[in-house]
């Protein structure tokens, strides 16, 4: 009788080419996404080796990260390094027959939303990126991660990887998030109190009945941010909702395959009495609108609550935030003067995230002095939202509706914040510099973010009174 298994091992072990050691395996890797900046020197060492890609229909590609998204129906790249990362990307892909969704593709997008969107993530599978937040594809029951750039040339020269194996965690949300919170309360609520290294070496299984009840899309959120607390992997058991996703974007899952699918796919869970090497519970009931107040997503408060005081293990680092970002400790964050408002980014750029900014904002405008920028995930959310209305009510209201792209998440390409501006951001990471040099971001939900757009500053969204 073999041993309990986790969701986790069971992926890694169904993906084994072969054992190396006790610590790493040879991973074969079922689909491998590359955008602009992580790909060239890959292509570079694999041409110098005179090989080719080992197979170009499970690679795909997309230009995200260094793409102007200014609002004009053809996108140029006027930076010469960055323009030429795109080309070099474009002919690589043409040379090795790789799917490019490139600058001005109706569909181009964040690697990360449009890889879901089109149905190219499936529960069971193993996809690998040369970007951390790969993760995000735990939503679906598929395991996801971020690998370098020698990583990457090896991927194209053999569809595999060598892989070390990691320690198992799970996570346990017990209760219903309240009225007015959302997955990126939770995530924030979850990291900061595991710290940013808290799930270092481990891939987290989120459970719960909190889990189950998110939608699929807040899903992604959440394992999209598992990697801020050091996760080098998240996975949620595909339930069916994941499963329904998943078919509705996959016409080509005939009904002979549906049913070889839907077999495996109900044994993707961790078996009963399976072994976690660490174990946390939280209660969602007990989760606010959460806020950053310093450099690292892990320093996080509820809206309600202030800056905590510089001492204990992390005092030292906590000192050094509280300088960067202006803030003493026993500040409160409600009512902190913003002066950007960044809506975007792979956590936070999917329909439901731009319905959520929607429903804050109907009836109101942006505050006087505020900038504010929307930044869809992908050419197909732009346009959803526009076909929903969604875009006219923003523009009305005196937001900026953007092309697809990475954009201000961490300011790659023109969108810059000024030195010493204050961001309300729906990003994942609020590092120094993260979003121009000197500048100050505050991570928060998208209805947080829409709610100091039109405020001014940080606002407990649950106080907005509903308009008609």
Not at 119 to 138: E, N
Not at 285 to 306: F, L, R, Y
Not at 309 to 335: C, D, F, K, M, V
Not at 461 to 467: A, H, I
Request: glycine share 8%; with cysteine; aromatic share 4%.
């Amino acid at each position: 009788m073999t041993a309990p298994t986790t969701l986790y091992r069971k992926l890694v072990d169904s993906h084994t080419v072969t054992q190396l050691d006790a610590q790493n395996v040879l991973l074969f890797c079922d689909l491998h996404l590359m955008n602009e900046y992580t790909s060239p020197q890959a292509f570079a060492g694999l041409h110098e080796q005179g090989r080719g890609v080992a197979m170009p229909g499970q690679n795909v590609s997309t230009v995200s990260h260094i793409i102007p998204t200014h609002a004009v129906r053809h996108r140029v790249i006027q930076d010469p390094a960055s323009a030429l990362q795109a080309s070099n990307l474009k002919r690589n892909c043409e040379r090795h027959g790789i799917a490019l969704f490139d600058t001005n593709d109706a569909l181009q997008g964040i690697e990360h939303i449009i890889a879901p969107e089109h149905g190219m993530i499936r529960p069971g599978m193993v996809v690998i990126c040369g970007d951390s937040h790969t993760t995000t594809y735990g939503a679906l029951g598929a395991l996801g991660f971020g690998i370098g750039t020698s990583e990457v040339e090896h991927v194209l020269a053999t569809q595999t990887l060598v892989y070390r194996l990691a320690q198992d965690m799970r996570i346990r949300v017990d209760g219903r998030l309240p009225t007015g919170t959302t997955a990126k309360d939770l995530v924030l609520k979850i990291i900061s109190r595991i710290g940013a290294q808290g799930a270092r070496g481990f891939a987290v299984e989120f459970c719960g009945e909190a889990i189950e009840a998110l939608s699929v899309e807040a899903r992604f959120t959440l394992c999209n941010m598992a990697v801020e607390a050091g996760a080098r992997g998240a996975l949620i058991a595909p339930d069916q909702a994941a499963i329904d996703y998943v078919l509705a974007r996959a016409p080509d899952i005939d009904d002979a395959q549906r049913a070889l699918a839907l077999a495996h796919w109900a044994t993707l869970r961790s078996d009963e009495g399976a072994r976690f090497d660490v174990e946390h519970r939280f209660d969602a009931a007990q989760v606010a609108p959460c806020v950053t107040w310093g450099t690292s997503p892990d320093q996080a408060v509820a809206i309600d609550d202030v800056v905590p005081a510089a001492e204990g293990a992390q005092g030292a680092s906590i000192a050094q935030a509280q300088r960067y970002t202006g803030l003493a400790a026993g500040a409160p964050l409600e009512g902190l003067a913003v002066q950007h408002v960044f809506i975007g980014s792979c956590t936070n750029a999917r329909i439901e995230d731009l319905r959520a900014v929607a429903q804050v904002v109907q009836g109101r405008r942006v505050a006087p002095g505020i900038r504010a920028m929307v930044v869809p995930g992908s050419g197909a959310v732009r346009a959803q939202a526009e076909a929903e209305g969604i875009a006219a009510l923003l523009v009305r209201a005196g937001f900026e509706w953007r092309q697809p792209g990475c954009s201000m998440c961490l300011a790659m390409n023109d969108d810059v914040l000024a030195p010493g501006a204050r961001c309300a951001s729906t990003t994942n990471r609020n590092f120094e510099g993260r979003q121009g040099r000197g500048a100050i971001t505050h991570l928060m939900s998208p209805a947080m973010a829409a709610a100091a757009a039109v405020t001014g500053h940080i606002t407990d969204v649950r106080k907005l009174e509903p308009l008609q």
